[in-house]
């Protein structure tokens, strides 16, 4: 049984989790924390219990500036598709902490991880790619719960990705994540922050019995 300490701890984590960039501190992770993390990852549920992820650690400063580079690039892509406000806006928004966190997990997805009968996979093809999601969100949650930041970058070309850290053809970048000490976690994410984009209130997006369009 759960005790509602316990509980009132994970509602926190819950809500204190926040996608850092600029509060990195480059101080470097101990590997004790880093390997909690992993297992926090690693014990996440899976389908079929297949555990189709993957965690590629880079630290080389050559990979983060490299990587660093190309997310600029893709920045500029977007950019490039906005106008007005929403230029003026993105333009003051920070969309990575690469080389600040000093330490990037790149998370890919093996969908031939558990062989080719996947139990509960064989209607939902996506269900591989779900599973890798949660493991990345424990990771967040534990990373939050240790006082550290995660920041998730997907401003990227996957195949881009996937030849900088050397992922064979079929496994598939779903994310790379900044990961390192931070000096705080912000109440307010950096997108609300900055006008971009705000929470939505939960009951928009509550239905009852049946989805009812708004
Ligand atoms: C799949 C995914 C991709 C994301 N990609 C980026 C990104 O490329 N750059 C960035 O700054 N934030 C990225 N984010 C973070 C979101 O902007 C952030 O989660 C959202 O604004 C809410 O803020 P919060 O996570 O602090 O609550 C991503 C989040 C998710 C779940």
């Not at 079929?48 to 660093?68: I, K, N």
């Not at 928009?204 to 989805?211: L, M």
Request: charged share 25%.
């Amino acid at each position: 049984m759960s005790t509602p300490v316990t509980v009132d701890g994970l509602y926190d984590v819950i809500h204190r989790r926040r996608d850092t960039r600029r509060e990195f501190t480059g101080e470097p992770l101990a590997g004790d924390v880093l390997d909690r993390l992993l297992s926090a990852a690693h014990a996440a549920p899976s389908v079929g219990m297949s555990q189709p992820w993957d965690f590629v650690l880079v630290r080389a400063p050559e990979t983060l500036t490299a990587f660093r580079d190309h997310v600029a690039g893709e920045r500029d892509v977007f950019a490039a598709t906005l106008a007005g406000e929403r230029a003026d806006t993105f333009a003051r928004i920070k969309v990575e902490g690469i080389l600040e966190s000093r330490l990037g997990i790149v998370v890919g997805y093996d969908p031939t991880r558990g062989g080719a009968q996947i139990l509960g996979r064989h209607a939902i093809d996506d269900a591989g790619l779900y599973s890798v999601v949660c493991a990345i969100q424990n990771l967040w949650l534990a990373a939050t719960a240790e006082g550290l930041g995660v920041g998730w970058v997907s401003f990227y070309r996957e195949d881009f990705l996937r030849s900088l850290v050397g992922m064979p053809s079929h496994v598939r970048p779903v994310a790379w994540l900044c990961v390192g000490h931070v000096a705080d976690l912000p109440d307010v994410p950096d997108l609300e922050r900055h006008g971009w984009r705000a929470r939505a209130p939960l009951h928009t997006v509550v239905h009852e019995e049946r989805y009812s369009p708004r």
